[in-house]
């Protein structure tokens, strides 16, 4: 199975608002409310900022928001920051036997 | 504060094998009560799903990349998970993270990584 669809790069300048798409099916994305968002610095571990669609973990700042609509599911920064800048990865379940898969990642350039 | 540490990473011939470790520490995290994953990374690429285990370790599951050759498992006793690795392949390679699924779906802890090499 492949992973889910995600843009290659995004960019936005300090202050303005972006969102990252990430597009499966109905056999992943569309399964339930259990996509997860992460962030990534270079050289360092993934960090959780969205669960199940819409929840933030506690300390994660409430700039980040999550949504999703049908087979598709966004991650919504807004008030853009210097520190924003990171690979960003969906995350979700699918049907197939317990697998789990990845979005194909997100670059976020902060101008 | 959690803390997740990797090790047994290393540098490996196509078609051996290599054990993962990864210990739980620190509060406000209990080990036995989350389900727990592994991780992997490859040079330049995004993460992948490996495996995930149950609290008691009677669910296993695996990306269909592995099977057949990695075993996951964990000790809650000593709050700590595996990754048995074998018949090791090239594209093995890459950073291998553990990661505690403190939501559904979800994987909030993280450790630093252990890097795995398998070149010929």
């Known amino acids: 199975q492949s992973a889910l669809t995600q843009p290659a790069s995004v960019s936005g300048s300090p202050g303005q608002s972006i969102t990252i798409s990430c597009t499966g099916t109905s056999s992943d994305v569309g399964l339930c409310n259990c996509v997860s968002w992460y962030q990534q610095y270079p050289g360092k571990a993934p960090k959780l900022i969205i669960y199940e669609v819409t929840n933030r973990p506690s300390g994660v700042s409430n700039r980040f928001s999550g949504s999703k609509s049908g087979n598709t599911a966004s991650l919504t920064i807004s008030g853009l920051q210097a520190e924003d800048e990171a690979d960003y990865y969906c995350?979700?379940?699918?049907?197939?036997?317990?697998?789990?898969?990845f979005g194909e990642g997100t670059r976020l350039t902060v101008l | 504060e959690v803390q997740l540490v990797e090790s047994g990473g290393g540098l490996a011939l196509p078609g051996e094998s290599l054990r993962l470790s990864c210990t739980a520490s620190?509060?406000?995290?209990?080990?036995?009560?989350?389900?727990m994953t592994w991780v992997r990374q490859a040079p330049g690429m995004g993460p992948e799903w490996v495996a995930n285990i149950n609290q008691d370790g009677s669910q296993k599951n695996y990306v269909d990349s592995v099977k057949g050759r990695f075993t996951i498992s964990r000790d809650n006793a000593k709050n700590s998970l595996y990754l048995q690795m074998n018949n090791l392949r090239a594209e093995d390679t890459a950073v291998y993270y553990c990661?505690?699924?403190?939501?559904?779906?979800?994987?909030?802890?993280w450790g630093q990584g252990t890097t795995v090499t398998v070149t010929s």
């Open positions: 620190g509060s406000g995290f209990t080990f036995s009560r989350d389900w």
């Open positions: 995350f979700s379940p699918t049907s197939k036997t317990s697998l789990r898969l």
């Open positions: 990661a505690g699924d403190g939501f559904a779906y979800a994987m909030n802890v």
